[in-house]
């Protein structure tokens, strides 16, 4: 059900480096990651970025949204100034680089499509055949666990990804698992869940887990609260503290 890594490193770096940069890459590396969770939308030009909101503001400075300007205007932009001067002129990333530097270094993908509003389908196809093009030897080999795994919460993008590249694996977010998953599920060929674990509980653990469905924890930064979705049978989970919680976690909490 699950092939993949347990313990992911969100968005990069965790707290610890500016969020979906090569930056946060090497962080993540640093503390023994070889898993990741990222964002990636598209530009003014339909080129995938790897940025998780649809505005500028937080991790970049500006105005507006992403897809007003083309992806190498957003690559000539600072995403690591707002998180520390010794981050200083680290830019966002094109898809393309982010993809090849895991690949490069054995890092796993977890890949959620973010499309902003109105560019559910563009994004989810872009993404998925972005992805397949740089994977086309695992994909073609049967290496399941080396391909990356594409989620989302936008069903729509998930649908069209499907479409465009069918032999790689999707997963459904949820914040909380609803009580029509099955259907929603199924229609999308997924093979796994992904949920806020605030909301899960022991018994839909299970129900998921019963149905023959990966289950996977987003953000969890309590080892305490780790061992405890591990003991009702969650198959891995993301993590902002990769200082508290390493690569290792899952292995050594049985």
């Known amino acids: 059900m699950w092939p993949y890594q347990k313990v992911l490193a969100h968005r990069g770096g965790g ?22 969770e990222f964002d990636v939308m598209l530009a003014r030009d339909g080129v995938p970025v790897v940025m998780h909101d649809p505005y500028l503001g937080r991790t970049v400075a500006g105005s507006g949204n992403v897809f ?3 992806a190498d205007e957003l690559a000539g932009m600072d995403a690591g100034i707002w998180f520390g001067k010794q981050f200083q002129g680290e830019p966002v990333p ?13 890092i796993w993908m977890n890949i959620e499509i973010k499309p902003a509003p109105g560019f559910e389908l563009e ?28 989620s989302s ?8 990804a499907r479409d465009a590249a069918p032999d790689i694996a999707r997963a459904v977010l949820f914040d909380a698992i609803p009580r029509n998953w ?42 305490i609260r780790a061992r405890e979705i591990l003991a009702w ?22």
């Open 182 to 223: 099955r259907p929603r599920v199924k229609k999308l060929g997924a093979v796994a869940i992904h949920v806020n674990h605030k909301h899960l509980t022991a018994s839909l653990a299970r129900e998921v887990r019963l149905a023959g469905f990966g289950l996977f924890c987003y953000t969890v930064n309590n080892p």
């Open 94 to 106: 094109l898809f393309a680089d982010f993809a090849a530097f895991c690949k490069a270094n054995g």
């Open 233 to 254: 049978g969650v198959d891995g989970f993301c993590t902002d503290r990769i200082d508290l919680i390493g690569p290792d976690f899952a292995a050594a909490a049985k």
């Open 153 to 160: 919460f936008s069903e729509t993008a998930l649908a069209a």
């Open 123 to 150: 994004t989810g196809k872009a993404v998925a055949e972005a992805t397949r093009a740089l994977f086309t030897f695992e994909i073609g080999a049967g290496e399941v666990a080396q391909v990356p795994l594409l």
């Open 68 to 70: 007003d300007y083309d």
């Open 15 to 36: 707290k610890l480096a500016p969020e979906n940069t090569l930056a946060a890459l090497r962080c993540g590396l640093a503390h023994g990651y070889r898993a990741v």
